[in-house]
């Protein structure tokens, strides 16, 4: 079973707001009659007790945004259910991850995304969006790190990145024919600004040069491993045109949750 969980937080976003508004909107794009519920790889998604939605995690106290993150998704880890998470900005792949390392101590994650996101804090905030894969680093919560579509990488996460060995792929770098071997479960961490802005423009901080749509696709589809979970982070509705981000959020959802089932 699949469990879809909205998480409307921006709190740590930089630059934007807006990032809050997005798990409805993209389960509401999911959901349109305008397409079937069918992945590429022919898991159809419409069959009954193969996935649920959670709806919106409720975030009242801020303070404690990222325990009240974790918990849930220990909670549905516990259950036996693989999470994919909506966000949101990045910042929350942090609990995330924290809650899947009691589950799965030696998973690997590969991240898409146009920034590193490494920074060991920005704008004096530890837990920034820009900096959760610094957290889940020194916290030893992952295997492996592998960042992919990388094209704004400065000196500094260019030394947090050697110093904790984490594998780049830089988006200059990039073959479409690219593969993925993993013994160990993998999490995917979409950031939507990986995604060449011409196929994705509703993000806070949008980076020519990046992905199509189908470039992502195809590395999900060709991954040889165990995927055991996701999360599609940083949509911004206050800068998306005719909702075209929305539903590639919500293309890129139906294809991870295939890939899952398969």
């Known amino acids: 079973m699949i469990s879809i969980l909205g998480i409307p937080t921006d709190r740590n976003s930089s630059f934007l707001t807006g ?14 009659d305008a397409t079937n519920k069918f992945s590429e790889n022919g898991i159809d998604l419409g069959q009954e007790n193969i996935w649920m939605d959670l709806g919106n995690l409720e975030l009242k106290d801020q303070d404690n945004e990222f325990e009240l993150i974790r918990d849930a998704i220990q909670t549905e880890l516990k259950n036996g259910n693989y999470c994919i998470s909506i966000g949101g900005d990045h910042s929350i792949t942090f609990p995330i991850i924290d809650g899947y390392h009691k589950f799965f101590s030696k998973i690997n994650i590969l991240h ?3 920034h590193p ?22 916290n030893k919560l992952t ?22 060995n984490v594998r780049v792929i830089k988006m200059d770098e990039f073959s479409s024919d690219l593969k993925f071997n993993f013994e160990e479960p993998v999490y995917i961490s979409i950031d939507l600004d990986g995604i060449d802005p011409a196929f994705a423009p509703g993000v806070s901080h949008p980076e020519p040069g990046g992905f199509s749509t189908r470039d992502i696709i195809k590395i999900i589809s060709n991954i040889d491993g165990e995927l ?12 998306d045109i005719n909702n075209i981000t929305a539903i590639t959020a919500a293309k890129l959802l139906k294809e991870l949750m295939g890939k899952i089932l398969k």
């Open 143 to 164: 295997n492996s790190l592998t960042q992919i579509g990388i094209r704004t990488m400065n000196d500094h996460q260019e030394r947090q990145a050697k110093h904790y």
């Open 19 to 32: 990032a809050a508004q997005s798990p409805s909107i993209i389960m509401q794009e999911f959901n349109s």
């Open 112 to 114: 898409f995304d146009a």
């Open 117 to 138: 996101d490494l920074y060991e804090n920005y704008n004096n905030n530890h837990y920034s969006h820009a900096s959760p894969f610094a957290r889940i680093m020194e």
């Open 228 to 239: 055991v979970g996701a999360d599609i982070v940083e949509y911004n509705p206050r800068r």
